[in-house]
């Protein structure tokens, strides 16, 4: 088990280091000179020069490398004797945790340094640190959404195989992830937080058109027998057909239907609102729409991957044996069934957790949520790198802790994974 244990740990240090690597060669070598962004217009030349110092541009692409490299690692190689060296421990930069002194360097545990803002002049990592929770909360909230009503689906279209309700779920969970984050934002947003925002007013004749191809439908297609194949389909049709004739003629009477309440949600807003009288509040109905558009593509995975693996589960042996010693089917599925079928779906959730950290950034950028994923946002529209590289390396960690989390519970669940 500890032979397992330090293998994954490792091959999740190779991974890190390669993404440590891509980032450096995709945002560190880019062209242009951020000592220009982070000075003055009338700067001087040796000003200029100060800074490019300060930030190592007047090093070689190697060293630039290597020194990255020490400030984003947890142990590092420095020296406190020569303040011009480039790996000098300035401890007005570096968290320091230890150090031992070997020769003229010192061997230093430290939390990672991200470096600083180009644009606000403060640290990465704090300004990470700031926007976190409010991502944490966004994910949290979204993954919560889709495993339960994502696996709730996914069973009951498991015992429905075949049916009309089979068949509708599978296209809603198609259309989750047939839909883009960024145009399902934006629908979302204006649908929730504009359309019906004070009211829903819904005509009869379009609701009319919904409940009857329910009804025909419903019950394994037992709307066909009763209906008849031409019921099924054209009177639903004809109902909605009556209804678009009617509105294009602008006829008053297409118009008339129930009215029911909004949803009262703000198309944009963060974690936190501004109160005249209270000062700072926790808004928490900022989160209904974001989180809901988030969440809609894992959940739209979690149904079919609950559907799959509850349907090769139930065919098993000791299925049809508990189902013949007299056990409701009820039992059957949850207790013996659904239990051993979510083991796939503990994979997913892990990955798509990590994901939907790293995905949130159209998402709020457009309900205007503040979080990692707007700051990333903005950081890229103001080049301002050294935010993007070390959001880009907390999601790397976060993908590569979870992934091994995962591999290590695999392996207390089942023995036979510790000999791959």
């Given at each position: 088990?500890?032979?397992?244990f330090?293998r994954?740990?490792?091959?999740?240090?190779?991974?890190?280091?390669?993404?440590i690597?891509l980032?450096?060669v995709?945002?560190g070598?880019k062209?242009?000179?951020p000592?220009?962004m982070?000075?003055?217009?009338?700067?001087?030349?040796?000003a200029l020069?100060?800074?490019?110092k300060?930030?190592?541009l007047?090093l070689?692409?190697?060293?630039?490398?290597?020194?990255?490299?020490?400030?984003?690692?947890?142990?590092a190689?420095?020296?406190?004797r020569?303040?011009?060296?480039?790996?000098?421990?300035?401890t007005?930069?570096?968290?320091?945790?230890?150090r031992?002194?070997l020769g003229?360097?010192?061997?230093?545990l430290?939390?990672p340094?991200l470096?600083?803002?180009?644009?606000?002049?403060?640290?990465v990592?704090?300004?990470?640190?700031?926007?976190?929770?409010?991502?944490?909360?966004?994910a949290?909230?979204?993954?919560?959404?889709?495993?339960?009503?994502?696996?709730?689906?996914?069973t009951?279209?498991?015992?429905?195989?075949?049916?009309?309700?089979?068949?509708?779920l599978?296209?809603?969970?198609?259309l989750?992830?047939?839909?883009?984050?960024?145009?399902?934002?934006?629908?979302?947003?204006w649908l929730?937080?504009?359309?019906w925002?004070d009211h829903?007013?819904?005509?009869w004749?379009?609701?009319?058109?919904?409940?009857v191809?329910?009804?025909?439908?419903?019950?394994?297609?037992?709307?066909?027998?009763?209906?008849?194949?031409?019921w099924?389909w054209?009177?639903?049709?004809?109902l909605?057909?009556?209804?678009?004739?009617?509105?294009?003629?602008?006829?008053?009477?297409?118009?008339?239907?129930?009215?029911?309440?909004?949803?009262?949600?703000?198309?944009?807003?963060?974690?936190?609102?501004?109160?005249?009288?209270?000062g700072?509040?926790?808004?928490?109905r900022?989160?209904?729409?974001?989180?809901?558009?988030?969440?809609?593509r894992?959940?739209?995975v979690?149904v079919q991957?609950?559907?799959?693996?509850?349907?090769?589960?139930?065919?098993r042996?000791?299925?049809?044996?508990?189902?013949?010693?007299?056990?409701s089917?009820?039992a059957?599925?949850?207790?013996?069934?659904?239990?051993?079928?979510?083991m796939p779906?503990?994979?997913?959730?892990?990955?798509?957790?990590?994901?939907?950290?790293?995905?949130?950034?159209?998402?709020?950028?457009v309900f205007?949520?503040?979080?990692?994923?707007?700051?990333?946002?903005?950081?890229?529209?103001?080049e301002?790198?050294?935010?993007?590289?070390?959001?880009v390396?907390?999601f790397?960690?976060?993908?590569?802790?979870?992934n091994?989390?995962?591999?290590?519970l695999?392996?207390?669940?089942?023995?036979?994974?510790?000999?791959?």
């Open positions: 088990m500890l032979r397992y330090i994954r740990i490792w091959n999740g240090v190779l991974v890190l280091f390669g993404v690597t980032v450096f995709i945002f070598l062209p242009g000179d000592a220009r982070l000075a003055d217009q009338r700067s001087s030349p040796e020069a100060a800074i490019r300060d930030l190592g007047d070689s692409p190697g060293e630039r490398y290597l020194l990255y490299l020490n400030d984003v690692s947890p142990v190689w420095m020296q406190d020569d303040p011009a060296a480039p790996a000098f421990l300035d007005a930069r570096y968290t320091i945790a230890g031992w002194r003229d360097h010192l061997l230093v430290k939390a340094y470096r600083y803002s180009y644009q606000s002049r403060r640290g990592s704090t300004i990470l640190a700031e926007a976190f929770p409010s991502t944490v909360l966004l949290t909230v979204a993954m919560c959404f889709a495993v339960i009503i994502g696996i709730g689906m996914g009951i279209a498991a015992v429905k195989k075949g049916t009309t309700t089979d068949d509708a599978l296209v809603i969970s198609a989750g992830m047939a839909g883009p984050s960024f145009f399902m934002a934006v629908l979302i947003a929730g937080g504009y359309v925002y829903v007013h819904i005509p004749l379009l609701l009319g058109s919904f409940v191809w329910v009804l025909v439908r419903i019950g394994n297609g037992r709307g066909r027998v009763l209906f008849g194949p031409i099924t054209g009177l639903p049709i004809g909605f057909g009556s209804w678009m004739v009617a509105e294009l003629s602008g006829w008053n009477w297409a118009s008339v239907g129930i009215t029911l309440p909004g949803t009262g949600l703000p198309m944009t807003g963060g974690p936190v609102d501004v109160d005249p009288f209270r700072e509040v926790l808004s928490l900022n989160l209904v729409l974001p989180a809901f558009t988030l969440g809609i894992p959940l739209a979690i991957l609950t559907r799959s693996s509850l349907l090769t589960e139930l065919g042996d000791h299925i049809r044996t508990a189902r013949a010693i007299g056990l089917e009820r059957v599925v949850l207790r013996h069934g659904l239990r051993n079928a979510l779906v503990l994979t997913a959730v892990s990955g798509w957790f990590a994901s939907l950290l790293a995905g949130a950034v159209f998402i709020e950028y205007g949520w503040h979080g990692m994923g707007l700051e990333v946002f903005n950081a890229l529209e103001r301002d790198l050294p935010v993007v590289m070390g959001a390396l907390v790397a960690t976060i993908f590569v802790v979870m091994v989390v995962v591999d290590l695999y392996a207390v669940l089942d023995p036979r994974v510790r000999t791959v």
